[in-house]
C-alpha cells in the first residue's frame, strides 16, 4: 500500500513476490527512514492458521513509525494485511508435521518519495514479505555463545534503540563481525551511557534464572526493543511460579553471578528463536559458562510452555493467539 498525505493510505493489493522499483533518490536509501516488525504464521493440527499477539506488533510498529516520522498504520489495516497475504500463501504455511517451522512475516513500511533532502517524506510503501522458515536450530537446540563488545554501543536515551528500524541493525553489524571473529555467535549490547547495563542482543531480550528460581530481565529503559516474547515470558514464568524481576542487571554481576553459581541459566528470547539459551559469556580477558553449556531446566519449560501455546497443543487462556485462515 501507498501514502501519501493528500489520499492517506491506498492501492493495497497483493502481487507476485518480485524486485520493487525505487528511483536511485528514493529517501530511504540515503536516510534510511524505514521501520518493520518480525512475526510468524504458525499451523494448528486441525490446519487453521494462526499468528501471536498480532495487536502488540501492530502497536509496536506504530511506535517505530512515530520515532521515524512516518506515518501511523491502524493496528486493522496491519492485522488485515497479514490475513489476506496469509489467505493467498496459505499452501506455504508448513504442517505439523514439520515439527515447530512456520510462515515468516516481515511487514514494513519505508520513505518511497525521490528527493535528495533531510525532511519527512511524502510518499510512503507499506509492504509484508512471507517466507516459510524451519526451525531456527535445525540440529535442535544449541546453547548459543555471546561477546561482550568494548567498543561498540547499539543505542543511546533518546536514540531509535526502542523503535524496530533498520538503522539500529546496520549500527549492529560491525559488532556482529567482531562476535564472530571472537568465535562467539551473538554480541550483548551494554548501555550507552555508562557501558555498564546490560539491554539486549542483537535481535533478542535476555533473561536470567537464579539459583533459587527467581527470574530477572533488564527493565524497558527506553534504549531496548520492547519484545513481545519478552512480554509475554514475564507473564508466563509467573504463572510457572518464577518471581520475575524487571530492573536493571550490570555486565558485572552477570559474571559474577555465574561464577558464585547466583545465576543457574541464561537465555534470550524473541520471535525467531523463541527461547534460546545462552550458553557462553566471553569478553577481552575472559569467560564464564553458563549451566555447564548445557540447555536448563527452567529454560526448556519456558520454551516449551510458550511453543505449545503458539502451535495450538494447550488451551490459549490468555487470548493471545489470533486465527488468520
Ligand atoms: N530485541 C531486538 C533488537 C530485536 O530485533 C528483537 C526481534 N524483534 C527482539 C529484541 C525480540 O522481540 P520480539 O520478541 O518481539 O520478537
Given at each position: 500500500?501507498?501514502?501519501?498525505?493528500?489520499?492517506?493510505?491506498?492501492?493495497?493489493?497483493?502481487?507476485?513476490?518480485?524486485?520493487?522499483?525505487?528511483?536511485?533518490?528514493?529517501?530511504?536509501?540515503?536516510?534510511?527512514?524505514?521501520?518493520?516488525?518480525?512475526?510468524k504464521?504458525?499451523?494448528h493440527?486441525d490446519?487453521?492458521?494462526?499468528?501471536?499477539?498480532?495487536?502488540?506488533?501492530?502497536?509496536?510498529?506504530?511506535r517505530?513509525?512515530?520515532?521515524l516520522?512516518?506515518?501511523?498504520?491502524?493496528?486493522?489495516?496491519?492485522?488485515?494485511?497479514?490475513?489476506?497475504?496469509?489467505?493467498?500463501?496459505?499452501?506455504?504455511?508448513?504442517?505439523?508435521?514439520?515439527?515447530?517451522?512456520?510462515?515468516?512475516?516481515?511487514?514494513?513500511?519505508?520513505?518511497?518519495?525521490?528527493?535528495?533532502?533531510?525532511?519527512?517524506?511524502?510518499?510512503?510503501?507499506?509492504?509484508?514479505?512471507?517466507?516459510?522458515?524451519?526451525?531456527?536450530?535445525?540440529?535442535?537446540?544449541?546453547?548459543?555463545?555471546?561477546?561482550?563488545?568494548?567498543?561498540?554501543?547499539?543505542?543511546?536515551?533518546?536514540?531509535?534503540?526502542?523503535?524496530?528500524?533498520?538503522?539500529?541493525?546496520?549500527?549492529?553489524?560491525?559488532?556482529?563481525?567482531?562476535?564472530?571473529?571472537?568465535?562467539?555467535?551473538?554480541?550483548?549490547?551494554?548501555?550507552?551511557?555508562?557501558?555498564?547495563?546490560?539491554?539486549?542482543?542483537?535481535?533478542?531480550?535476555?533473561?536470567?534464572?537464579?539459583?533459587?528460581?527467581?527470574?530477572?530481565?533488564?527493565?524497558?529503559?527506553g534504549?531496548?526493543?520492547?519484545?513481545?516474547?519478552?512480554d509475554?515470558?514475564?507473564?508466563?514464568?509467573?504463572?510457572?511460579?518464577?518471581?520475575?524481576?524487571?530492573?536493571?542487571?550490570?555486565?558485572?554481576?552477570?559474571?559474577?553471578?555465574?561464577?558464585?553459581?547466583?545465576?543457574?541459566?541464561?537465555?534470550?528470547?524473541?520471535?525467531?528463536?523463541?527461547?534460546?539459551?545462552?550458553?557462553?559469556?566471553?569478553?577481552?580477558?575472559?569467560?564464564?559458562?553458563?549451566?555447564?553449556?548445557?540447555?536448563?531446566?527452567?529454560?526448556?519449560?519456558?520454551?516449551?510452555?510458550?511453543?505449545?501455546?503458539?502451535?495450538?497443543?494447550?488451551?490459549?487462556?490468555?487470548?493471545?493467539?489470533?486465527?488468520?485462515?
Amino acid at each position: 500500500a501507498t501514502w501519501t498525505p493528500g489520499d492517506g493510505w491506498h492501492d493495497a493489493r497483493v502481487t507476485a513476490y518480485g524486485p520493487l522499483t525505487l528511483e536511485p533518490s528514493a529517501a530511504v536509501l540515503h536516510y534510511a527512514q524505514e521501520i518493520f516488525e518480525g512475526m510468524k504464521a504458525y499451523r494448528h493440527a486441525d490446519g487453521s492458521v494462526w499468528t501471536f499477539r498480532p495487536e502488540q506488533n501492530a502497536a509496536r510498529f506504530v511506535r517505530s513509525a512515530r520515532r521515524l516520522a512516518l506515518p501511523a498504520l491502524p493496528t486493522e489495516a496491519f492485522v488485515e494485511s497479514l490475513r489476506v497475504l496469509v489467505d493467498v500463501d496459505q499452501a506455504w504455511v508448513p504442517g505439523t508435521e514439520h515439527g515447530e517451522a512456520s510462515l515468516y512475516l516481515r511487514p514494513f513500511m519505508f520513505a518511497s518519495e525521490a528527493f535528495l533532502g533531510v525532511r519527512p517524506a511524502a510518499k510512503v510503501t507499506y509492504s509484508v514479505i512471507a517466507s516459510p522458515a524451519g526451525p531456527y536450530f535445525s540440529g535442535g537446540l544449541k546453547p548459543v555463545s555471546i561477546w561482550v563488545s568494548s567498543e561498540y554501543v547499539r543505542a543511546a536515551p533518546g536514540g531509535t534503540g526502542a523503535a524496530k528500524c533498520g538503522g539500529n541493525y546496520a549500527a549492529s553489524l560491525a559488532a556482529q563481525v567482531e562476535a564472530s571473529e571472537h568465535q562467539c555467535d551473538q554480541v550483548v549490547f551494554l548501555d550507552g551511557l555508562e557501558h555498564k547495563w546490560v539491554e539486549e542482543l542483537g535481535g533478542m531480550n535476555l533473561f536470567f534464572v537464579r539459583r533459587d528460581g527467581s527470574i530477572v530481565t533488564p527493565e524497558l529503559t527506553g534504549t531496548i526493543l520492547e519484545g513481545i516474547t519478552r512480554d509475554s515470558i514475564v507473564e508466563l514464568a509467573k504463572e510457572l511460579g518464577h518471581d520475575v524481576t524487571e530492573r536493571r542487571i550490570s555486565i558485572d554481576e552477570w559474571r559474577e553471578g555465574v561464577a558464585s553459581g547466583d545465576i543457574a541459566e541464561v537465555f534470550a528470547c524473541g520471535t525467531a528463536a523463541v527461547v534460546t539459551p545462552v550458553g557462553r559469556l566471553a569478553w577481552d580477558g575472559g569467560e564464564v559458562v553458563m549451566n555447564g553449556g548445557e540447555v536448563g531446566a527452567v529454560t526448556e519449560r519456558i520454551r516449551s510452555t510458550l511453543l505449545d501455546i503458539q502451535y495450538g497443543r494447550t488451551e490459549d487462556t490468555h487470548g493471545w493467539m489470533h486465527r488468520l485462515v
